[in-house]
């Protein structure tokens, strides 16, 4: 299958600063990604979908203004935390949808926010 | 997109086919089945997906009833790497843009595979 990598793998970091993570498509360019955050024992929970050369669109309840999604490139995407708290802490997932074919996942992130 | 249900959770012995069952009584006709695993800590992995017709790879089968309200992920002998979460994710295939394009994740079952 495609192969879809994010940096860094985990992160910690302290409450009120910034976190970027990125998410690459290594082998095939994705005009759109997504976003993902799971808490633990809990399901996936979409956050945003990104789209090459446009604003985000996040889905009810996530707010743009602390998450920012940029995707200035056919195979990069990146999700910042901004002024991140504890309740932040969570594993942050993305993915990139082959066209006519399956979405595939990276393999996530997990932020611990002190 | 169609709402799935599926057990939360099952066993298998090792070296046995495990079925993973799936309703998805109201599933439009051009909504396609997907299936993703995720095993603990990791990123979701695709498995499999289909429309009406069974499928198979080199990871599993699927079996879609002929009214397609469900279908059955079928690991013909699994093993321990294969304990997870397994998705069933009803979602229109081929858009490129939308609402129909998001994979929305229920809460699958967890497979328990025993030595």
């Known amino acids: 299958g495609a192969v879809v990598s994010q940096h860094p793998s985990r992160v910690i970091c302290k409450s009120g600063t910034s976190v970027k993570i990125e998410c690459r498509s290594l082998?095939?360019?994705?005009?759109?990604m997504f976003w993902y955050r799971q808490f633990p024992k809990q399901s996936l929970m979409l956050m945003a979908t990104?789209?090459?050369?446009?604003?985000?669109?996040?889905e009810q309840g996530v707010e743009k203004d602390k998450f920012l999604i940029n995707h200035a490139s056919l195979t990069l995407s990146t999700l910042t935390v901004t002024s991140a708290h504890p309740e932040d802490s969570s594993f942050y997932i993305c993915?990139?949808?082959?066209?006519?074919?399956?979405?595939?996942f990276g393999p996530g992130t997990r932020l611990l926010v002190l | 997109d169609a709402k799935t249900t599926q057990p939360p959770s099952m066993d298998c012995a090792e070296g046995r086919a495990a079925n993973l069952p799936c309703n998805h009584s109201?599933?439009?006709?051009?909504?396609?089945v997907y299936w993703y695993r995720q095993i603990h800590s990791q990123g979701p992995q695709y498995i499999i997906h289909?429309?009406?017709n069974n499928e198979t790879n080199e990871m599993a089968s699927l079996i879609i009833t002929e009214d397609r309200k469900s279908s059955t992920l079928i690991l013909p002998h699994a093993t321990l790497r294969d304990t997870a979460v397994y998705y069933c994710?009803?979602?229109?295939?081929?858009?490129?843009?939308?609402?129909?394009?998001?994979?929305?994740f229920g809460t699958g079952t967890l497979l328990a595979v025993q030595p």
């Open positions: 993915s990139a949808r082959v066209p006519d074919r399956a979405q595939y």
């Open positions: 082998d095939f360019q994705a005009t759109t």
């Open positions: 990104s789209n090459e050369g446009s604003k985000a669109t996040y």
């Open positions: 109201t599933i439009s006709g051009n909504e396609y």
């Open positions: 289909g429309l009406k």
């Open positions: 994710i009803v979602r229109v295939a081929h858009s490129y843009g939308g609402a129909t394009n998001k994979l929305i």
